[in-house]
């Protein structure tokens, strides 16, 4: 059997067994005589000496309000009682009809009062508790059909064993009697049903918010808990049993404690519950658990509206409320009614403008009667009088001219707590400006910018992804994506750099005109701040490849001067040594000594050149950047027979050191590709100054293959070019060949 078929399983028993619990206690009252001695629900009814008696029906000769029960057929009623520890006591086995004599106290005195016994009244019961029970009963129903809908819903689960046990702990609305102390199982059948059952409906309670409309973390990682969550409170509750018992004047007066702790843990589990849901509605992320407790949401102001409304408010206006007692059950039977929605349906209707219409309108009509209220009241105490006309139209005037402006800023207040600060654009700039402000680290601007977004407008997901070469890179992100997102483009100076991303606040709710025009001056202000980003990303990016061009070079230089030089000049400096040692002796041997060491000295001499030139080229600084070049083209002529021509200007002002040598090795670079690879008979070199020295190299080659490859040689230039904030483009040529276009920045030294 898997898993969720025995949780199914234990869900289900758990249910039928608290239903048939409150069963069993209506039948047993159904086959059994009732004595008119009904202990009122909700009353303290337990004496040390006995139990104070409500009869649904006062009668002279009988039991009369207030009556307390201290003996029946001339056995006290602390010894019945300790009857119920023993199973194995006799019981009376009354009939109908039958006269049962019943000792009270009644005004101090004790009287004998005869009981005659009758069938069981459950029609008069149920016409004074009929709200309570009609509540149950369809939270029973509707918690089936969910649970028939949705086995292997968590919440679906907890529903069903929520309607389950308030409709088995029923038997409080049904009423103990003074009968069901004396045989025992009617006791037992109740204590059982409104002390145990009644506990599992409030642990329920706190089970459904911990599993709807997401599981919290903590039964996430700690399954375990929810069986803590069911065992500790009967566990506290037999410990408190424990504890009183030895303090107890009788056992009437024990069992009159239990009331006790049956209203303290309820109390402490609706306080948990309380702290879960304000902690669900402060983490939930995704739209679909932000639409499922919104309905939970407006389940409880329906309650809470129908409850001010028909049961507060109107004692204050017509000095006594539209409903009686009985039919408070009414005013939260629409919790139930909504809950399936919530579970099953959640995206039947737009619960947000429900919610936003609810709450409007319904603080605004707690404003307008607390107003009306408050203006006519002050005005009867000025003049001394009640039911004043002139008050009552000067308070209808009063809310004739406020409710206008109360309507439009409760809409705003709402809106804001819905939507965020979307009908305050300047509050939502102000604030991204102060954070960017604050914002010290180029890599936390654009998490500050998502962030603040997502939170001022409510969203549940926001990001920012800026163009590179391959298309659009996700850059920072805030919350989880849903749906489709809502794309605005970054731009700077009409070029797009980036995208903003934003989720709707639900799946088939758009922006809004007024959403649009905010984001809009939004994207203009985070499309500056990405180019910064950006900017300050490259910046950083030159100067880590600077600092590793610098070091490479260092390291060819040390590895050539160690490796090259280092060891030639002590090679040379041995045969020095050699030759000094055969001068005395062997003469004639030291000439081809001394040959072979101007041989290598001059090998030396051209490594170190080389070693310049790779540092600067020599004939920058002898010959000029124009005559250098030309000299390279003479030299490209005689050996691949390619005819270079050098177009510049004839005085070509002093060049910064930087600009000289990258234009140098772009031009060689482009020189050396033509020569091995265009296969071109001619080459053109173009130098021309103004703001910045513009380099142009073309050919009548081969030109670019289909699908060119980036080598070293290409990506140099480049490097080259970027270092200095140019730029280098390669292109194919208008007739033909390759066109190598850089444009150097003549940036001061």
């Given amino acids: 059997m898997k898993l969720p078929m025995r949780t199914r399983f234990a869900v289900a028993s758990l249910a039928l067994g608290s239903v048939l619990l409150g069963v069993a206690f209506l039948l047993l009252h159904l086959l059994t005589p009732f004595d008119d001695a009904r202990l009122a629900p909700g009353l303290p009814d337990w004496r040390p000496d006995g139990v104070v008696v409500t009869p649904l029906q006062e009668s002279p000769a009988g039991l009369r309000p207030g009556d307390v029960v201290v003996a029946v057929d001339g056995k006290s009623l602390e010894s019945w009682a300790q009857a119920l520890l023993d199973p194995g006591r006799a019981r009376p086995n009354w009939r109908i009809g039958q006269t049962v004599t019943y000792t009270v106290l009644r005004a101090g005195q004790q009287i004998q009062v005869p009981v005659t016994l009758e069938s069981y009244p459950l029609g008069t019961i149920l016409l004074n508790e009929w709200s309570t029970v009609l509540f149950a009963l369809v939270f029973l129903l509707v918690a089936v059909f969910v649970f028939l809908r949705r086995p292997d819903d968590r919440a679906a689960q907890v529903q069903l064993l929520i309607g389950a046990s308030i409709t088995g702990a029923t038997t409080w609305s049904l009423g103990l009697q003074v009968s069901d102390l004396v045989n025992g199982l009617g006791f037992w059948l109740y204590a059982v049903t409104t002390y145990g059952v009644y506990t599992l409906f409030w642990v329920g309670i706190l089970h459904f918010a911990l599993v709807f409309p997401e599981p919290h973390p903590l039964i996430v990682r700690r399954p375990w808990t929810i069986l803590l969550l069911y065992l500790a409170p009967y566990t506290l509750f037999f410990a408190y049993l424990a504890s009183v018992w030895p303090g107890a004047a009788s056992t009437l007066d024990w069992i009159g404690h239990w009331d006790v702790i049956e209203s303290v843990l309820p109390t402490a589990y609706l306080l948990l519950t309380i702290a879960v849901e304000i902690w669900n509605y402060r983490t939930l992320h995704t739209t679909a658990a932000r639409q499922k407790f919104r309905w939970l949401i407006f389940a409880g102001l329906v309650c809470a509206a129908s409850t001010f409304f028909l049961w507060y408010l109107p004692p204050l206006i017509l000095g006594q409320p539209l409903l009686d007692a009985n039919g408070l059950g009414l005013l939260v039977l629409p919790y139930p009614l909504i809950l399936p929605i919530a579970i099953l349906r959640y995206r039947l209707f737009d619960i947000d403008i429900i919610l936003n219409r609810t709450l409007v309108y319904g603080i605004l009509t707690v404003i ?248 600067r080229p020599p004939a920058l600084d002898e010959l000029g950047l124009v005559s250098a070049l030309r000299e390279q083209a003479i030299q490209y002529y005689h050996l691949n027979g390619v005819q270079v021509v050098i177009e510049a200007p004839p005085q070509l002002p002093p060049l910064p050191a930087a600009v000289e040598v990258a234009a140098y090795r772009i031009v060689m670079e482009a020189l050396t590709n033509v020569a091995r690879h265009a296969q071109a008979h001619t080459c053109s070199v173009r130098l021309t100054l103004s703001d910045m020295l513009t380099i142009e190299v073309s050919d009548d080659g081969l030109g670019l293959p289909i699908q060119p490859q980036i080598g070293i040689g290409l990506a140099s230039m480049r490097e080259r070019a970027a270092e200095l904030g140019g730029t280098c483009a390669i292109t194919a040529g208008a007739t033909g060949g390759v066109r190598v276009l850089a444009q150097l920045p003549l940036a001061k030294e």
């Fill in 368 to 615: 307008v009667v607390g107003v009306y209220i408050l203006v006519v009241s002050l005005l009867g105490i000025v003049w001394q009088t009640s039911g004043n006309a002139l008050g009552s139209l000067l308070a209808t005037g009063l809310i004739a001219v406020l409710f206008q402006p109360l309507r439009l800023r409760l809409q705003r207040v709402v809106n804001r707590l819905m939507y965020g600060e979307r009908d305050d654009p300047y509050a939502v700039l102000s604030r991204l400006g102060r954070r960017l402000e604050a914002t010290l680290a180029p890599e936390a601007v654009l998490p500050t910018i998502v962030e603040t977004v997502a939170q001022a407008l409510k969203l549940p997901y926001s990001a920012i992804a800026l163009k590179q070469s391959e298309g659009f890179i996700p850059a920072a992100s805030y919350g989880l994506p849903q749906g489709e997102p809502f794309i605005l483009p970054l731009l700077y100076q009409t070029e797009t750099i980036g995208q903003l991303q934003l989720a709707p606040r639900a799946p088939n709710e758009p922006f809004t005109t007024a959403d649009r025009r905010l984001l809009a001056d939004i994207a203009h202000q985070a499309g500056i701040a990405a180019h910064a980003v950006r900017l300050t990303s490259e910046l950083q990016r030159s100067r880590e490849r600077l600092v590793t061009t610098r070091e490479e070079e260092r390291r060819r230089l040390r590895r050539d001067l160690h490796d090259g030089l280092g060891p030639t000049l002590a090679s040379m400096t041995l045969k020095l040594d050699a030759a000094r040692n055969l001068l005395a002796q062997q003469p004639a041997a030291v000439d081809p000594l001394l040959a072979d060491l101007k041989a290598q000295m001059q090998t030396t001499i051209v490594d170190i050149r080389r070693l310049v030139y790779d540092l």
